[in-house]
């Protein structure tokens, strides 16, 4: 998959975690190598954490490297892009891989 941000861009985010995480949302969130990153919410476990994958799988640091995220981690949702080329962000309703499943 192309990713839908790159660096660079400037987004507009709703800097409440959502009430309800779903498989398909770009969030921000913190993780233990990065003060806040983007990334796309592929699975919800039962216990509430959240498996999350960056769009571009060669140059992300995400679940795959670190697991399952705890939702408190999610800090915001990305309603869009505003810069260079403003777009609204729509969660995907397709899996994405074989961990979106």
């Known amino acids: 998959m192309a990713p839908r941000l790159r660096h660079g861009d400037q987004?507009?985010?709703?800097?409440r975690p959502p009430r309800r995480l779903r498989?398909?949302?770009v969030v921000v969130l913190e993780l233990p190598s990065a003060p806040l990153s983007v990334k796309r919410v592929t699975r919800v476990h039962p216990d509430g954490a959240v498996w999350v994958q960056g769009d571009?799988?060669?140059?992300?640091?995400?679940?795959?490297?670190?697991?399952?995220?705890?939702?408190?981690?999610?800090?915001?949702?990305?309603?869009?892009?505003l810069w260079?080329?403003?777009v609204l962000i729509r969660?995907?309703?397709?899996?994405?891989?074989?961990?979106?499943?």
């Not at 571009?56 to 892009?81: I, K, W």
Request: net charge positive.
């Open 11 to 15: 987004v507009l985010v709703w800097m």
């Open 23 to 25: 498989a398909g949302m």
């Open 56 to 81: 571009n799988p060669f140059g992300s640091t995400d679940s795959r490297q670190l697991g399952a995220v705890e939702a408190a981690c999610v800090r915001g949702r990305v309603l869009g892009r």
């Open 84 to 86: 260079p080329k403003p």
């Open 91 to 101: 969660p995907h309703t397709t899996p994405i891989g074989p961990e979106g499943d």
